[in-house]
T-cell receptor, first 111, second 113 residues
């Protein structure tokens, strides 16, 4: 019963470096999401994928790209990391109209 | 612009007391209102959820009260325990579209023995 698996759990990047955050779910959910969590700001949606083959921007998409590789996997890429992207990133999945299942997060620091 | 406003930011309650967290929204298209509980170092986990066709939903010590006309909903934790100490997020999503959840800013609850 893995649920939603995120890798890596921690990462430190230098400004300008790139990286990809990986997310996989084993619940056969159609929809997948990437959120960032910052103190005092709650969780803000970066990108989402309502179904395999589709992706759309959320509230804070600038500086990010995503790929819905297949039904299970949804990755988030930072092409040129900036200190403002220091955050905790959560991937989630859901069946439409139901609650989300979240992964355990990736804590990213950009120096 | 915060679509869901949550208060208070932090809350300290004695063991056995009642914890109350409030949320308000403006978008009348919202029709699903979940609450999430998050422990340090973990992802948020669904606690309880309500739809606007009912005014209250209870699961164990956790109750959601929903006021459609005021566009407000709240979480009540009865007989609060130290193990309830966590951050709580309210959220809302619209009835159409991709089921995107809009979250409140969170309430850090501390239950003291």
């Amino acid at each position: 019963n893995a649920g939603v698996t995120q890798t890596p759990k921690f990462q430190v990047l230098k400004t300008g470096q790139s990286m990809t955050l990986q997310c996989a779910q084993d619940m056969n959910h159609n929809s997948m999401y990437w959120y960032r969590q910052d103190p005092g700001m709650g969780l803000r949606l970066i990108y989402y994928s309502a179904s395999e083959g589709t992706t759309d921007k959320g509230e804070v998409p600038n500086g990010y790209n995503v790929s819905r590789l297949n039904k299970r996997e949804f990755s988030l890429r930072l092409e040129s990391a900036a200190p403002s992207q220091t955050s905790v990133y959560f991937c989630a999945s859901s069946v439409t109209g139901q609650g989300y299942t979240f992964g355990s997060g990736t804590r990213l620091t950009v120096v | 612009q915060q679509q869901v406003k949550q208060s208070p930011q932090s809350l300290i309650v004695q063991k056995g007391g009642i914890s109350i967290i409030n949320c308000a929204y403006e978008n009348t298209a919202f029709d699903y209102f979940p609450w999430y509980q998050q422990f340090p170092g973990k992802g948020p986990a669904l606690l309880i959820a309500i739809r606007p066709d009912v005014s209250e939903k209870k699961e164990g010590r956790f109750t959601i009260s929903f006021n459609k006309s005021a566009k407000q909903f709240s979480l009540h934790i009865m007989d609060s325990q130290p193990g309830d100490s966590a951050t709580y997020f309210c959220a809302a999503s619209p009835r159409t579209g991709a089921n995107n959840l809009f979250f409140g800013t969170g309430t850090r609850l501390t239950v003291i023995p």
